[in-house]
């Protein structure tokens, strides 16, 4: 996530995070986003607005879990937590999950099977954004 252990996530951290990525690529980007408040923020509009060459957001159906793959992450984010010894506190929350990300970044296979379920098989269609 773009956002820091203790930043909200709103338009601003949305922003920084679509600049960076759209930093990392010479052709126009789709993204796929459910329906957050930050997502459709006034702010975020504009800033879309000025970058329409270089990214296009596409707005998951209202209240669609099922069809987000972020859903998929955070559930495997909750299962590999450990159960023998619980964060006491934000940080430590911050650095598991740090940790577990840092893991499935050298895990590509299992990054892919998120996007293998048959509700979110959309991503990997070529024509992935009629829903």
């Not at 987000?68 to 909750?78: G, M, Q, R, T, Y």
């Not at 940080?91 to 598991?96: I, N, P, Q, R, S």
């Amino acid at each position: 996530m773009p956002a820091g252990p203790t930043e909200s996530f709103d338009a601003k951290v949305m922003c920084r995070f679509l600049a960076r990525l759209v930093g990392h690529f010479d052709r126009k980007i789709h993204l796929i986003v459910d329906r957050h408040s930050a997502h459709r923020s006034k702010t975020l509009q504009a800033w879309l607005a000025g970058h329409k060459d270089q990214i296009e957001l596409h707005f998951l159906p209202s209240y669609s879990p099922e069809l987000n793959p972020d859903e998929l992450v955070n559930a495997d984010l909750k299962r590999s937590l450990p159960h023998t010894h619980r964060a006491r506190n934000q940080t430590e929350l911050a650095a598991e999950t740090r940790r577990f990300f840092h893991r499935r970044q050298r895990q590509p296979h299992i990054v892919r099977g998120y996007l293998g379920g048959p509700h979110v098989r959309y991503v990997l269609d070529e024509n992935p954004l009629s829903f």
